[in-house]
Nanobody, 130 residues
Framework: QVHLKESGGGSVQAGGSLKLSCAVSGSKYSRDCIGWFRQAPGKEREGVAVIYGGSGRIYYADSVKGRFTISHDNTKNALYLQMNSLEPEDTAMYYC???????????????????????WGQGTQVTVSS
């Protein structure tokens, strides 16, 4: 069983930074796909960033490219999302997710769709004010 717990959300002004953390238990990073998603009120959940553990490939949504960085610390079994130059449009609930034992080392979209993930955290709120 995989357990995920996010932390690090909060309220910041536009242009500020936040670093989200996701404590992961039960996941073997080298064989799993791990990612960050977000969902704003009234909007669909969208993929933000992904690491394909089997290949090491990393991808970002166009809306966050150049501002957000996803990383993983094997020693702490934690996933991170460093968010810089935050914009009000980044306001959302942020979730980490794992595709346990993933068969994917890449994907055509290329962010792995949310329906492929089988474990999710509870989410952490990020609010960016203008």
């Amino acid at each position: 069983q995989v357990h995920l717990k996010e932390s690090g959300g909060g309220s910041v002004q536009a242009g500020g930074s936040l670093k989200l953390s996701c404590a992961v238990s039960g996941s073997k990073y080298s064989r799993d796909c791990i990612g960050w998603f977000r969902q704003a009120p009234g909007k669909e959940r969208e993929g933000v960033a992904v690491i394909y553990g089997g290949s090491g490939r990393i991808y970002y949504a166009d809306s966050v490219k150049g501002r957000f960085t996803i990383s993983h610390d094997n020693t702490k079994n934690a996933l991170y999302l460093q968010m810089n130059s935050l914009e009000p449009e980044d306001t959302a609930m942020y979730y980490c997710a794992v595709d346990f034992g993933s068969k994917y080392t890449d994907f055509p979209t290329p962010l792995l769709p949310d329906y492929e993930y089988n474990f999710w955290g509870q989410g952490t709120q990020v609010t960016v004010s203008s």
